[in-house]
Every structure is written in C-alpha cells, then in structure tokens.
C-alpha cells in the first residue's frame, strides 16, 4: 500500500509591517525568510486571496494543480497585520487557504477519475504559526501545542483567541495537540523562536527591547534557525512526532 501523500502546511509567521519589519519581534518573518530561501522558493509575492499577505510559493499554484512527490508542500505566509491584532487575519487566512485546498484536490480528482485525495488535503492540513520567543536564548527553535499559554505574547494570544472563537479550534486529539476544526483537522502548532531577554521586567522597557533592530549578528543567529525549523516541517508534513511539543 503506497503510504499517504505529504501532509499540506500553511506556516505563518507573525512580525510587524514596517517600519518594524527588521525587530526582534518580526523574528518570525525573519526566518520564514531564510526558510524561503532554504528551500529554493521563489521570492514572496502578495496574495489577495490570503488577506494581502506575503505568500511564496504562489497559491493557489499557478498552471497545473498536479504537485511532484519531491515538492514539499508548504506554503509560507508572511501576516500583513500589526502583531498584536494578528488573529483575525490569520482566521480568515486559514479559512480562505482551506477552501482553496479543497477546491483543487477537487479539481485533481476530477482529472484522476478519482475521489480518494479529494477530501484528505482540507482535512489533513495542519497550520503552523512561527513567532518570536522572549526569554528563549537568541535563536533557539521551541515548538508548542497551538492552544498552549500564550506566554504574555499578545500575537500568539490574538490568534489563538481568534482561532478558537471562531469555531476553528477545539481542545483534544490524539496527538494532544490543538485539532482545528472546519476542514482542517491536522492539528494547529507553534514554533518559537528565541530572541533572548531583557534585564528590566518594566513593560516600556521590554517594548523598546522586542522593537528595536537587529544587529548583524542577531540576524545571523536568527536566520540559522530556520534550518531546524525545516527539519520540523519534514516531521510534521509527513504525520511525525510534535517535535517536543509542550
């Protein structure tokens, strides 16, 4: 029996549009960046469908909507919104990127003569959020439960209350993982990433630090990090194991 094809991913990142793009608290998109061009993808391209985002490779595909074995299928997605309002238009994204799943295994089914892949993409695919993780050391990669405290992290807290309210996520599974209902039932999980942490617990003073650019070698350790994240995504677009979820 020839095993299942990859699992689709929707990888979100979450950051601030300029001019905050290049903070510590944008590390997400930071790395969805290097993860790009990791990947050999082609350069982000904004999307109407998917809330103006920034979105590579393009989706729906272009041409045919025939994927190769060797084509990991991810679609990274930078949000357009300002972080801490980040989860109304990640609901939205999620949605509007279900819909297009559907609506093309539908479409390869019709070709193929066939309605066994028609169903499984919607319902397989699995939405991971990428972020930055204060108090985690520069560039550390720590993967959570989608639904998992938020941590003080406003964004992360945005869109897990927008998900859930929503009607998209519900508690449980068998993997223990956050389930998303509404068509995709593959699990909602986030990947921190860590930007190190501010002496002072005074709440202007973590603002300055989150806001405040990158240096050059801060950037570096952040890009390295999305070669772990890849890893991850190999895991969980193939049905593996969280990772080390919490």
Known sequence: MPPPPPRPLLIASLGNPPPYTHTLHSAG????????????????TRSRLLSNGLVTPPFPPLGSTKTTT????????????????????????????????????????GEEGSSSSSSSSSSRARLIVVHDELEESLGRVRVRRGGASARGHRGVRSCVESLRGGGVVQRGGAEGQNKIKGGGGGGFIRIGIGI???????????????????????????????????????????????????
């Open 70 to 109: 060797s084509t990991p299928p991810y679609t990274l997605y930078q949000s357009p919104t300002q972080m801490n309002i980040s989860g109304p238009t990640l609901a939205k994204t999620w949605h509007a990127y279900l819909r297009s799943l559907a609506s093309l295994s539908m479409s390869m089914s």
């Open 196 to 246: 190190g942490r501010c002496q002072s617990r005074e709440r202007e003073d973590v603002a300055r630090f989150v806001l405040r650019g990158m240096e050059g070698w801060e950037r570096e350790r952040v890009e390295k990090a999305a070669k772990e994240v890849a890893r991850l995504l190999e895991g969980f677009a193939g049905g593996g194991g969280g990772g080390g979820l919490r």
């Open 29 to 44: 998109h930071t790395v969805l960046s290097s993860l790009a061009s990791h990947l050999s993808l082609p350069p982000f």
